[in-house]
């Protein structure tokens, strides 16, 4: 059974704002990156996604530092073709923290990072900017009106 989330709180203990109501996870050669709020925007005629993450230093983001270090790595040594892919897994979250959407994609690799504020002597983290290229998408919409239960 799935422990209860205080509103306001996720599983990572980020705060759960409107303005962010998306979560990336994914799994890679690597290892798996654990849940992450972001801003995503999508271009679906590039098969491109790309997510905006704040940073403010949290242990949570090991792991996507240590699979954007891997492509990078493997930039210089391997043509994109050559690559081990991963899977990545977008939710669309609702302000009461149910699930409205969830999009799964295959065949993910990060192709360009941006660390866009990296003045730490104004605010205590960074933004950081990933666009991630892939080969396929399965998309799930839940209702987020479904009808009421008349089974009693």
Same mark, same amino acid.
């Given at each position: ?59 949570? =983001? ?55 504020? =990296? ?21 799930? =919409? ?11």
């Amino acid at each position: 059974m799935k422990k209860p989330i205080p509103m306001g709180i996720s599983e990572n203990e980020f705060t759960f704002s409107s303005k962010t109501p998306w979560t990336i996870e994914g799994t890679f050669p690597t290892g798996n990156i654990q849940k992450i709020f972001v801003r995503v925007n999508q271009n679906k005629e590039s098969n491109k996604i790309t997510t905006t993450i704040h940073d403010s230093g949290n242990d949570i =983001l090991k792991n996507l530092y240590e699979v954007i270090g891997y492509y990078y790595k493997l930039g210089f040594e391997k043509q994109p073709e050559e690559l081990e892919l991963g899977k990545l897994k977008l939710t669309l979250w609702n302000s009461v923290e149910e699930i409205i959407e969830t999009r799964d994609y295959d065949g993910v690799c990060p192709i360009s990072v941006c660390f866009c504020d =990296l003045d730490h002597s104004s605010c205590d983290g960074t933004c950081i900017e990933i666009d991630w290229k892939y080969s396929s998408k399965v998309q799930e =919409l839940k209702d987020p009106f479904p009808e009421p239960s008349t089974s009693l």
